[in-house]
């Protein structure tokens, strides 16, 4: 079914507000993929806060034009599927990877992050990027061990006069 022209432009006006708030772009071939599969897909992304849509090339040029992800427009050639990482950047990269498992006909075509473009085979890297909780976990790691370090050292000293008087106790009982 066509678009009207009113409808063309509420699909770009909701794209390029996706698009400027979304931390990765993932593009996507899905020739192939039968409805059930591509509904499957949206329900997957609903639920990891991925926003994914199908549309013409020409309007997703007129939506990402002046956002991070300007530098795509020559790459967009063929039917694609765009996957827009809402909340966590490395979500669209994880959907795509693992939906791809078990789908070969869904097949990367690039990814973008950062205002930079990146063959498909950056997919990978993408989607090994911690997610919030874990990133905040390590983050947590690194500042909890300077203080537990400083905790060791100073209880040291401590810890080496009891045992010492523990020694000296014991040779006193043994004499």
Request: hydrophobic share 45%; glycine share 8%.
């Amino acid at each position: 079914m066509a678009l009207n022209l009113a409808q063309k432009k509420e699909v770009v006006t909701e794209l390029a507000g996706v698009a400027a708030t979304a931390h990765s772009l993932v593009a996507a071939e899905y020739a192939g993929l039968t409805v059930a599969q591509l509904t499957e897909l949206r329900k997957k992304g609903r639920e990891s806060g991925v926003y994914i849509k199908v549309a013409k090339n020409t309007l997703v040029r007129r939506a990402v034009e002046g956002t991070s992800y300007s530098g795509t427009v020559d790459q967009l050639v063929g039917p694609l599927l765009f996957a827009f990482s809402e909340q966590d950047p490395g979500a669209a990269g994880r959907l795509v990877k693992d939906f791809a498992k078990d789908n070969e006909k869904l097949q990367a075509k690039l990814v973008a992050i950062g205002g930079k473009v990146y063959p498909a085979s950056h997919v990978d890297v993408l989607a090994s990027l911690p997610t919030r909780e874990q990133a905040l976990s390590q983050l947590l790691g690194c500042l909890v061990q300077p203080a537990t370090m400083l905790v060791r050292v100073l209880a040291e000293p401590a810890s080496q006069l009891a045992r010492a008087l523990g020694q000296v106790g014991e040779q006193k009982k043994a004499a």
